[in-house]
C-alpha cells in the first residue's frame, strides 16, 4: 500500500490534516530527476534566483514542499512547472546541488503525460520548437514563430503576427534570422533516430 | 636544542596557549611555533566572547602572564614547521623563522614606526587600515616587540628607523635561521582560516565595498580596531543604521564548505548586539537557513532574539546588489517562513562565514590522517602527533580550551610512555 499516512500536524486545535507521501513516491518514481527533491533544505535561494520569479505561482521551493505535503492538484496544474527557462541560475545555487532546472522540465513532462495543461501557450511554443529541432536538427526562428502564431488560429495567428512584426525585422536588420528557409543539418536521420530513442525512454519530447 | 621529553607545540592561539600552558605547567618542556609574529591566534581579533559578551583580552592576558612566568615555555615567532623526521617518542623537526629584523631590546616606544616612510595593509585588521612598515601587531601584542615588514621595508636604503631607536633593537640585516629541534610528541594547533568570501560570487564581497566578513565586523567594533570601535562602513565612513548578516555564507553548501561551522549562528547573534549598543537606532536582520544555537547556548539565541530592532529571517539570501549611487546594498531573498519574496536595503552586509582548518591549505609535514574536509581526525592508532581545536573540528573558544587539554594530556602521554 503506498497510503502512508504520518503523524497529524496541528492535531491540537489545528486543521489536522494527514501527511500524505503518496504524491511524494510517484513523483520520485516516475518524474526524470525526481528523487533530488529529497536533497532540498527548503533555504530559498532557487526562488529568489530565477528571473521568472514575478511570474511563477509558486517557487521551486514551494513546488517541492507541495509535492512532500502531497499537493498533487496543486503541483501538476501550476505556472511554474512551464516557466522554467533552463538559465541553470537556481542550480548553480543550490547548497544542495539539487538539479532545479531538471526537476523542473522533469514535472512538466509528467504534468502533460498526465493530461494536465498547465500552460496551453508554453505547451504550443514547445512542441512547435520541437517539431522544427526534429523535421530540421535546427531552428527556423520564422518558421517555429509562424507555427506557433496560427497554432492560435488564422485570426488570431495574424493578430498575433502583426503585433510581433517590428521583433521579426529587428531580427532581420541584425541577421538574427535568414529570409530564405534554413536547410536540415546533415544526417538529420540519425539525430531522428536518437531522438526518437530518447522519447521512447521517456527523456525527451516537447514540453 | 629540546629533548625527547619536549613537546612541540605548533601554533600559538588559544589552542596552543592552552596546551602548552597545562603541559609545561604539569613539568614538561615545550616549544611553540607561531607563524604570526605574535602570539595569541585569532582571538586577539576578537572583541567580544560569545555568551558572555566579556572582552577576550583577560583571558588572553592570563595566558601570557602564565606563558611568561613558565621557564618551561619557549617560543619562536614568524617561525613555521618545515620538515618532521622520527616516530612517537624522538622526533627531529627543522623549524624556518623569518626575520623580525627587531630585536628583544625593543621597548615598544614607536619611535620607529613614527618616521617609517612605508605603508602596508594591515593583516591584524582584514586590510581595513594599514600601519607602517615598522609596527606593532597590535596594542596589546605579546611579545610586546615591533616588527618590520621585510616585504615592503625599504631596507639600508632608507633605515631611517635605526637613526631613530635609542636602544640599537633594529637590525635591517637579520637572516631567516633554520633550527633543529628534537622533541618526544606534537601537538598541531595551527587553527583555522575564515572561507574565502570572494568565491562567493552572488554576495559581491571584494567588489562592494561594504559587504564585509564576521570576523572584519570583529575587528570594526574593537575599541583598538581601525574606527576605534565606531561601526562606520567601508565606503564613505557613516554610521551604520541598517546591518543585514547572512548565514551559512559558504557553509552547509555542497558547493562550498558542505559542513555547518557550529559558531556562526551565535557569532552573528552576538555581533548583532554590537549593533544595537553601539547605535541605538540601528536595526539588524539575521538571514538564516536554520538558527544552530546548541546545548546552554539556546538561552543566549533566546535572551537575544527579544530584541524588536532585531529581525531573524528563515531566508537564504541569493543575490546582493549595490546601488551604485548610495553604495547601500539590496538583498533578495525568499522568506521560507511566510513565502513572500525579499528585497530589502541595508547600509552593510556582514557574512557569517565558516571555519576552514589551516590544514585544508597546509598539511602536516608527517603521515597524518585528515577527514574530507581537511580536519584532522582524532585516530587512536596515530601516536605522536596531536591535533588540537579548530583543526580537528569548528569549535568555539570555550571548547578549543578543553580540546587542548586533552591533547597536552596525549602529548604527554608520549613523551613518558618511552
Known amino acids: 500500500m503506498d497510503q502512508v499516512v504520518g503523524p497529524k500536524y496541528g492535531s491540537r486545535g489545528g486543521a489536522g490534516k494527514a501527511y500524505n507521501q503518496s504524491f511524494a513516491r510517484e513523483v520520485y518514481r516516475n518524474v526524470d530527476s525526481g528523487e533530488e527533491i529529497k536533497m532540498c533544505m527548503q533555504c530559498g535561494v532557487c526562488a529568489a534566483s530565477c528571473p521568472l520569479k514575478e511570474k511563477m505561482d509558486f517557487s521551486p521551493r514551494k513546488i517541492f514542499t507541495l509535492i512532500r505535503a502531497g499537493q498533487r492538484e496543486k503541483v501538476l496544474s501550476s505556472q511554474a512547472i512551464m516557466l522554467c527557462t533552463s538559465c541553470y541560475s537556481c542550480k548553480v545555487r543550490c547548497p544542495r546541488k539539487v538539479p532545479v532546472v531538471d526537476v523542473m522540465h522533469g514535472l512538466a513532462h509528467y504534468a502533460l503525460r498526465q493530461g494536465y495543461k498547465p500552460r496551453a501557450e508554453t505547451a504550443l511554443f514547445g512542441q512547435k520548437f520541437w517539431g522544427n529541432i526534429y523535421r530540421l536538427g535546427r531552428i527556423d526562428e520564422k518558421d517555429v514563430a509562424l507555427r506557433y502564431f496560427l497554432g492560435h488560429g488564422l485570426g488570431q495567428g495574424i493578430k498575433l503576427m502583426m503585433e510581433n512584426k517590428n521583433m521579426g525585422i529587428g531580427m532581420l536588420w541584425y541577421k538574427r534570422m535568414k529570409i530564405l528557409p534554413e536547410r536540415p543539418i546533415k544526417n538529420v536521420k540519425s539525430l531522428r533516430k536518437m531522438l526518437d530513442k530518447a522519447k521512447a525512454m521517456g527523456k525527451g519530447g516537447a514540453v | ?418
Request: overall charge negative; hydrophobic content about 35%; charged content about 25%.
Open chain 2, 1 to 418: 636544542m629540546g629533548d625527547k621529553k619536549s613537546i612541540l607545540i605548533v601554533g600559538g592561539g588559544m589552542s596552543g596557549l592552552t596546551s602548552a600552558i597545562e603541559a609545561a605547567e604539569v613539568g614538561f618542556d615545550v616549544v611553540i611555533v607561531e607563524k604570526n609574529p605574535y602570539l595569541g591566534g585569532r582571538v586577539a581579533q576578537l572583541y567580544q566572547y560569545f555568551p558572555k559578551l566579556c572582552p577576550p583580552n583577560c583571558g588572553l592576558e592570563i595566558n601570557f602572564k602564565r606563558t611568561k612566568s613558565s621557564p618551561r615555555i619557549s617560543f619562536y615567532t614568524l617561525a613555521e614547521v618545515e620538515q618532521i623526521s622520527g616516530e612517537e617518542g624522538n622526533y627531529q623537526v627543522t623549524i624556518k623563522t623569518k626575520p623580525r629584523f627587531i630585536n628583544d631590546q625593543c621597548t615598544g616606544c614607536n619611535k620607529c614606526a613614527e618616521v617609517c616612510p612605508v605603508e602596508r595593509s594591515n593583516d591584524f585588521n582584514y586590510g581595513l587600515d594599514k600601519t607602517k612598515a615598522a609596527y606593532l601587531p597590535y596594542a596589546m601584542a605579546f611579545p610586546m616587540q615591533y616588527v618590520i615588514d621585510g616585504s615592503v621595508c625599504h631596507g639600508k636604503a632608507c633605515a631611517k628607523c635605526v637613526e631613530v631607536c635609542n636602544y640599537q633593537a633594529i637590525d635591517l640585516e637579520m637572516q631567516p635561521e633554520t633550527i633543529t629541534l628534537n622533541v618526544g610528541a606534537i601537538v598541531w594547533a595551527a587553527g583555522w582560516n575564515p572561507y574565502d568570501a570572494v568565491k562567493l560570487e552572488n554576495y559581491g564581497f571584494g567588489q562592494y565595498a561594504n559587504v564585509i566578513t564576521n570576523v572584519m565586523m570583529e575587528r570594526l567594533c574593537a575599541d583598538n580596531g581601525p574606527t576605534q570601535g565606531k561601526i562606520l562602513r567601508p565606503s564613505d565612513q557613516k554610521e551604520v543604521e541598517k546591518v543585514a548578516f547572512i548565514q551559512c555564507a559558504g557553509s552547509r553548501d555542497e558547493n562550498h564548505l558542505a559542513y555547518c561551522s557550529g559558531i556562526c549562528c551565535l557569532a552573528s547573534l552576538k555581533q548583532s548586539t554590537y549593533v544595537r549598543e553601539k547605535n541605538p537606532n540601528a536595526q539588524a536582520f539575521i538571514y538564516f537557513i536554520d538558527i544552530r544555537a546548541q546545548g546552554k547556548l539556546e538561552d543566549f539565541f533566546v535572551k537575544v532574539k527579544q530584541d524588536e530592532k532585531l529581525s531573524l529571517v528563515k531566508s537564504k539570501i541569493a543575490l546582493i546588489t549595490e546601488d551604485p549611487a548610495t553604495k547601500n546594498l539590496i538583498l533578495e531573498g525568499e522568506d521560507t517562513q511566510s513565502g513572500e519574496r525579499i528585497r530589502e536595503t541595508v547600509d552593510m552586509v556582514v557574512l557569517a562565514t565558516g571555519m576552514e582548518p589551516a590544514t585544508a591549505t597546509v598539511k602536516v609535514p608527517a603521515e597524518v590522517a585528515y577527514d574530507d574536509y581537511g580536519f584532522i581526525v582524532s585516530d587512536q592508532d596515530q601516536k605522536g602527533i596531536y591535533g588540537a581545536g579548530c583543526i580537528k573540528r569548528p569549535a568555539d573558544v570555550a571548547g578549543v580550551v578543553q580540546d587542548a587539554t586533552g591533547a597536552a594530556l596525549r602529548a604527554i602521554q608520549s613523551v613518558v610512555r618511552r
